[in-house]
């Protein structure tokens, strides 16, 4: 069976923050990550207005789905990440804010820098020194670089190494 073609991802880094915000009263709001599990897949489906087939990365083998949640608030989900852990690094799959995070309209800034931490903290768990990959649409390479201080590897490849990655982990996942 052939290997299917990485997604080129297209998140956009709207804010780097020490959570999420709400766009409308500058609230800050704790979030946590957890396991998407298979009661989440109703609400994470594309007739919700979700872009991606959650349903088919959660059943992958392979792959972590989580999903970002404000705390106390576990049931409406804010992002979704998919990833995969390879022997020397966490690649990034899949990455989508919820259909009400996109755009100039959003409820919150702040999702994808969460969930692009996040994989960073899971990276530096597995003794990975924060590294994490993912495959990047043309267009947002610069982006990426700028925003998460990841470097152009390959063609479409993006890489975020420790330096980056401990930036990203300290801002999310403050350690007391």
Same mark, same amino acid.
Not at 3 to 27: A, M, V, W, Y
Not at 40 to 56: Q, T, V, Y
Not at 166 to 176: G, P, R
């Given at each position: 069976?052939?290997?299917?073609?990485?997604?080129?991802?297209?998140?956009?880094?709207?804010?780097?923050?020490?959570?999420?915000?709400?766009?409308?009263? @500058?609230?800050?709001?704790? &979030?946590?990550? !957890?396991?998407?599990?298979?009661? $989440? %897949?109703?609400?994470? +489906? *594309?007739? /919700?207005?979700?872009?991606?087939?959650?349903?088919?990365?959660?059943?992958?083998?392979?792959?972590?789905?989580?999903?970002?949640?404000?705390?106390?608030?576990?049931?409406?989900?804010? @992002?979704?990440?998919?990833? &995969?852990?390879? !022997?020397?690094?966490?690649?990034? $799959? %899949?990455?989508?804010? +919820? *259909?009400? /995070?996109?755009?100039?309209?959003?409820?919150?800034?702040?999702?994808?820098?969460?969930?692009?931490?996040?994989?960073?903290?899971?990276?530096?768990?597995?003794?990975?020194?924060?590294?994490?990959?993912?495959?990047?649409?043309?267009v947002l390479i610069d982006h990426y670089e700028k925003t998460l201080g990841a470097y152009h590897f390959k063609n479409q490849r993006m890489i975020i190494e420790t330096?980056?990655?401990?930036?990203?982990?300290?801002?999310?996942?403050?350690?007391?």
């Open positions: 069976m052939k290997p299917k073609n990485p997604i080129e991802q297209n998140f956009i880094i709207d804010r780097l923050t020490d959570s999420i915000l709400n766009t409308i009263s @500058g609230d800050s709001f704790p &979030t946590e990550i !957890s396991i998407v599990t298979k009661a $989440d %897949l109703d609400n994470i +489906a *594309p007739k /919700n207005g979700w872009n991606f087939d959650w349903e088919s990365e959660f059943k992958d083998l392979k792959k972590e789905t989580y999903k970002l949640t404000i705390v106390n608030n576990p049931t409406i989900v804010q @992002g979704l990440l998919t990833i &995969t852990i390879e !022997s020397d690094h966490i690649f990034i $799959d %899949l990455l989508e804010s +919820a *259909p009400f /995070n996109v755009g100039k309209n959003k409820l919150y800034e702040g999702v994808p820098g969460n969930l692009v931490a996040y994989a960073c903290k899971v990276s530096f768990q597995k003794g990975f020194e924060g590294y994490v990959a993912f495959t990047a649409k043309t330096r980056s990655a401990s930036i990203l982990v300290e801002k999310y996942f403050k350690t007391n």
